[in-house]
């Protein structure tokens, strides 16, 4: 079974994006906010355990394995890493 890639859907990311530098808000941004907060213990403990499982690839050095990355994302692959060391 695939992993999900994404959180929110293109719209909802438009939207929360829009809201952010524009301060546009109406009932479906809100709506937004209504689902963010139910579920964001859920997608804490979800990000939490994907972080903890990438950083153990990658002490095991398993994480760049089969993984085919455009040249722009090894910039976001770099990030991540700085993020998980964080952790």
């Known amino acids: 079974m695939p992993v999900r890639s994404y959180i929110f859907t293109r719209n909802e990311r438009e939207r929360l994006l829009r809201w952010l530098e524009e301060g546009f808000e109406d009932d479906t941004t809100r709506m937004i906010f209504v689902e ?24 095991r050095g398993r994480w760049d394995q089969r993984m085919r990355l455009p040249r722009k994302s090894e910039e976001r692959l770099k990030a991540l890493r700085k993020m998980v ?3």
């Open 85 to 87: 060391e964080l952790l």
């Open 36 to 59: 963010i907060r139910r579920n964001m213990p859920r997608l804490f403990r979800d990000l939490t355990l994907m972080l903890r499982v990438m950083r153990e690839l990658m002490r």
